[in-house]
């Protein structure tokens, strides 16, 4: 496995990036391009998942790093609660809510199992090295 010395490189953030694109493409559509409140909350959230995992990676501190991994997760569950309210409006299809969800849950699942990681892992990150 290549090292990480970046947010980039990890899997989670690229992850999460894709989610954002793909929340953007679908509230560019349609009747969701004009429901302005939860086109711009639902983009939000999603680029917050990926906006914590980069500035906690940054933090240098493990600690530090799986709060904001915790806020991440947040923000993605957010996001998929707010798929909910985008799909009972008619602002997208159930193939796209279902598609768009399951990449959500799943990335739910893969922060909590890196938090998990980092916090049996004993490493406390340069901060504290």
Same mark, same amino acid.
């Given at each position: 496995?290549? /090292?990480?010395?970046?947010?980039?490189?990890?899997?989670?953030?690229?992850? $999460?990036?894709?989610?954002?694109?793909?929340?953007? *493409?679908? *509230?560019?559509?349609?009747?969701? $391009?004009?429901?302005?409140?939860?086109?711009?909350?639902?983009?939000?959230?999603?680029?917050?998942?990926?906006?914590?995992? $980069?500035?906690?990676?940054?933090?240098?501190?493990?600690?530090?790093?799986?709060?904001?991994?915790?806020?991440?997760?947040?923000?993605?569950?957010? *996001?998929?609660?707010?798929?909910?309210? /985008?799909?009972?409006?008619?602002?997208?299809?159930? $193939?796209?809510?279902?598609?768009?969800? @399951?990449?959500?849950?799943?990335?739910?699942?893969?922060?909590?199992?890196?938090?998990? @990681?980092?916090?049996?892992?004993?490493? &406390?990150?340069? &901060?504290? /090295?």
């Amino acid at each position: 496995m290549p /090292a990480i010395s970046t947010f980039e490189d990890l899997g989670i953030w690229q992850k $999460a990036r894709e989610i954002c694109k793909r929340v953007w *493409t679908l *509230t560019g559509k349609g009747t969701f $391009a004009r429901d302005y409140g939860l086109k711009d909350q639902i983009n939000r959230s999603s680029g917050s998942c990926m906006d914590n995992i $980069a500035e906690g990676f940054e933090r240098d501190g493990n600690r530090e790093f799986n709060q904001f991994l915790s806020i991440s997760k947040g923000s993605i569950g957010e *996001t998929r609660s707010q798929l909910y309210r /985008a799909l009972d409006r008619g602002h997208i299809t159930q $193939a796209e809510f279902d598609t768009l969800f @399951y990449m959500c849950k799943d990335q739910g699942r893969d922060i909590g199992n890196f938090m998990r @990681y980092l916090r049996r892992s004993g490493m &406390k990150g340069n &901060k504290f /090295a």
